[in-house]
Structure formats: structure tokens, C-alpha cells
């Protein structure tokens, strides 16, 4: 194999589609929106190892950089030979992998045709609720954030563990939707699991772990030669965010020598009170992605990728909490990684490097009231504010580095007694550049219910906006209301009376370069497209066509209003 190049590729390639139908499976049975339509799930195929061989192109890179974390805790817990078909592992520990207790990891082994166990899918999930109290800025220890699930045996032999469940069932708020997204997960880890006997019997596979093998192996070849091709050094910055006990500073130290990098976070802000803390295996994945990233971004993720990386953070910091802190939050904290990876690296790559993201950190909303019909519901819905600038590519809407996506209004609106009342972009949110940041959007939800609605979110970038790089100039921060009136407060838990509108006006991302570099047709086209307004085009870019000569029009992202 390891001389054939082309049909490595082509099994390469089928590892990954089955990884694709594995991700749509999950999609089409789950039944929380955060998974349907805010794309807060990953699926991973590894090897019997636990080594990450193939994954779909659109899941969150935190969740990849964690899912071979936790199957190999799994695997220490129960050993390949006491693995048998059917056999399912679930934990949801935060030290454990992705680092909160809503994301419940599920590991199924594969065994082959000839009954060996050759390899291990996994799927992780957000669940819609995971009991604990619903304040995620106000937890103060793990044990207020939900239940947390030790390493246990789901399934054996492919007959539940009912008690596992009833278990379950009894600690959340929304028991059908959990439940639902469970058999979801493990639905899509029995797809996964038929297409690769399937495969290995159609294409003669006699030995899983020597392909996997293979495909790692040129992965880390071809991910060692980008880092030998970068400046050797040791590179260096800070960022700063919003904390609910004041502001908190992750510091990065970054040494590329030869062909490994390793990545040190010493002097970044102790562990807090709060739920703003990161585990160690959240800040690797996050650590790992951005420099995937800038190094070699075309080739397909698995193991091979981060094997030249190492990362260490003192324990007891922000970025390597000790137990039992409070973590519910904690992509507020790890999601600002990247940006602080992008500023040190700027000098070395700037025709690579991405501006800081006002979708930094991803915004999850929770909502907690009675339905139509009398039942309780709880809600998280996702919106993103601009993305960074990045050479040749304005910012957009969109969310980095997280990948999650928007939950449509449609969905609120069916599921529950909310009104999505205004979703429109912001004028001049994004960071002014020759490359613009991407625009922050306006979105009112309001109650219609005649019951009162808990609303609960932390906010990020009110005193800390995206930052723009190399000359470019930042966004727009962020901004919360209630009914009209201002809220300055990162942590929000409220309850909306009936007819209550809350309101989020979510940051725009930095710009790239010096804005007086920027293209005059894509002042106008911005001028035009209501993204930036004629005075904010004469002060940041020095446009001077007569304000006359643009057309008197919004586009229709931008007429928003009441529905």
C-alpha cells in the first residue's frame, strides 16, 4: 500500500465519506435543534487505538481535537479484549475531553469480518439540557452544572443499559430530546460501523490498522515539512477578554524548531470562580486547529496533524483548571486561542494569518419556559457575530472558530412560544481594513407566551473587541438589551415576562491591513450594500464620492423590522 499512492487516496477518500453519511445519520434522527441546525456534534472514525483516522469536513474543531482524547481514557477503562459487537461507551467528564458536561462522547467498537476489533466511532453531541441549574455565568463548581457521567458501558452487545438511562431520564429537564439525541448518536455510530466491514470486505482489507497506519503516517510527513518550511523561533502575545471576576489574559509562547512546535500558555490568568475555565484537552484541540490552519490547511484532519504539536499550560491556570472547577463556559475562554496563536504568528505569516473574530466566542442562548402545549422546553439556539478579516477574503457572518451554525428563526418560531422579532446586520461592525471584517447582526427574541421565559447567556467583547492585525482596525463590540434598555453585564439570566424582547447585537470581527490599502470598488460595493455607511467610508477609507450618486436603498438584510 505504502507504494500506491493513488488507491491509498481512494480508500483514504471512502474512510471520509463514510464519516460524511456517519454525520448525516446523526442529523437526520436527532432530536434537539442545537444538534439539527446549530451543528454542535462531531463524528470521528478512529483506529483500534483510538487514534483519529477520518472526520466530515463541517464539525467543530474542538470536538475533533478531544474525541481521540476520550477514546483512549475509554479504552484504559475497558480494555480492547474485553470489547465485544454492540458493545457502546458513554462519559460526558469535562477532564475526560471536550471540557463541559452537555457534550456526551460516545465510543462503539468495529470489529471486522473476521470478528477482530479494528477499529472505534465515535460521536460526540450537545445535549439540549444536562440538568444542574440553568445559569451558566453563575456556577461556581462543576457540581452545579449537571450531571457528570463516568465511564460506563451504554450498550452491551447491543442491548442498552436501561438503567444507564432511567438515570438519565430522571436528572434533565428535557428528557424525550436527550434520550432522542442518544439513540441518534448511537444510530450513527452503527452506520459507521456496517460501512467499514462493508468496505473492508469490498476492497479486500485485511488489515485496518496498517491502512490507518499509512494515511497517519503521510499526514505527519506532509505536516512536518509545512512546519520545516516556517521560520524557526520563538514567538510570542497576549489577548485579553471579558471575565465575570474582571478581565482574564491568556499569554502564548510559541517555538517552531525543526519540524515540532510547542506551544506554552505560562502566565495566562490563574482558574476562577467562575465557569470561565478551560481543561487541558479543550485548549489542545484548540491549540492545534489554528496552526493546522495557518501550516497545511488543504490536507484532511486526523491524528497525523497534531502529532508535531505539543501544549502545555500550568495546571490550576485558565487554560488547565484542576477539578472540581466550574467549566460550563468554558469555550468563552478556549475559543480566544486561536486569535491569540494568529497574533504571534503574524509577522511570520502575514499573507496566512485570520484578524480576530467578533463570533469569538461562540454565543449559545438559552431559553427555559412552557410550550404551546404545556410542556416545559428548553432551547439553545446559536447566532454568530462577524468573522476576522483573512488575506484576499473579507469577513462574514459566520462563525470561527467554533463552525457552529445559525438556528434559523423558522425553528424558534415552530418550537416555541418566541418571536424572532429583528435579524439584521449592523452598519460599520466590522473592523475597518483592506481586507473588512466580517459584520456583527442585531437579533430580538421576543416571549409571546402569557408565562414568564428564563433567558440565561454570557456575553463576551463588551470591553475587549475583535482585534484587527497587521494595520488592521477592530470591530464592534458587543451590546445586550433588554426591552430597549442597555444591559452592561456579561452574564445575563433574566426572566422575560410575557411581551419581554431581549436583544443581542453580537460584535463584529477585526479587519486585515491598513484600511487606506483597500480596494475603492469594495468601499462603494460595502457603501451600496448598507454594510458601511457613507460618513464611517470618508473617515476610515477616505471615500469622497458624493453621497448623492449612491442609491437611497437598505438591502433587504438590512430592512429588517417587526414580523
Known sequence: MGHDPIALRILWDKLISITQETSAALVRTAFSSVVREGNDYAVVLMDARGNSVAQPWHCPPSFLGTLPITARHLLRRFPPETLRPGDSLVTNDPWLGTGHLPDLTIVTPIFGPRGELVALAGVIAHMADI?????????????????????????????????????????????????????????????????????MIEERIEDFTALADEILSRTEGAMREAIRAAPAGVYASEVSLDGLEGSITLRVRVEIAGDTIHVDFAGSSPQNHSSLNSVISYTYAYTAYPLKCLLNPSIPNNEGCYR?????????????????AAVM???????????????????????????????TPVTLEAFAGTGRDGSPYVLLVGFNGGSGAAPGRDGRTSCFPSNMSNTPAEVIELTTPLLVEEKVLIPDSGGPGKFRGG?????????????????????????????????????????????????????????????????????????????????????????????????????????????????????????????
Not at 459584520?439 to 416571549?447: A, D, F, S, V, Y
Request: a positive charge; glycine letters at 10%; aromatic letters at 4%.
Open 131 to 199: 440538568g444542574g441549574i440553568i445559569d451558566y455565568g453563575g456556577t461556581r463548581e462543576v457540581y452545579e452544572e449537571g450531571i457528570r457521567i463516568p465511564m460506563v458501558r451504554l450498550a452491551r452487545e447491543g442491548s442498552l443499559d436501561e438503567t444507564v438511562l432511567e438515570f438519565i431520564r430522571n436528572n434533565v429537564r428535557v428528557p424525550e430530546d436527550v434520550v432522542g439525541d442518544i439513540n441518534a448518536m448511537l444510530a450513527a455510530n452503527w452506520v459507521a460501523s456496517e460501512r467499514v466491514r462493508q468496505l
Open 308 to 324: 508535531p504539536i505539543t501544549v502545555a499550560a500550568p495546571e490550576g491556570c485558565v487554560l488547565n483548571a484542576k477539578p472540581p
Open 329 to 359: 463556559n468554558r469555550n468563552q475562554v478556549g475559543h480566544f486561542i486561536p486569535a491569540a496563536i494568529f497574533s504571534a504568528l503574524a509577522e511570520v505569516f502575514p499573507d496566512r494569518v485570520m484578524a480576530h473574530s467578533g463570533s
Open 439 to 563: 459584520p456583527g447582526q442585531r437579533i430580538t427574541i421576543r416571549n409571546l407566551a402569557n408565562t414568564p421565559v428564563l433567558h440565561n447567556l454570557v456575553v463576551n467583547r463588551l470591553n475587549h473587541p475583535a482585534q484587527g492585525l497587521l494595520g488592521g482596525r477592530p470591530g464592534r463590540p458587543n451590546r445586550l438589551f433588554l426591552n430597549g434598555r442597555p444591559l452592561r453585564q456579561t452574564r445575563s439570566r433574566l426572566a422575560l415576562r410575557p411581551g419581554d424582547a431581549i436583544t443581542v447585537e453580537y460584535p463584529g470581527g477585526g479587519g486585515l491591513y491598513p484600511p487606506a490599502d483597500r480596494d475603492r470598488d469594495r468601499v462603494e460595493r460595502d457603501v451600496r450594500d448598507g454594510l458601511v455607511t457613507p460618513r464611517a467610508a470618508a473617515l476610515e477609507y477616505q471615500w469622497e464620492r458624493p453621497l448623492k450618486a449612491m442609491p437611497a436603498r437598505l438591502p433587504r438584510a438590512q430592512q429588517g423590522g417587526q414580523r
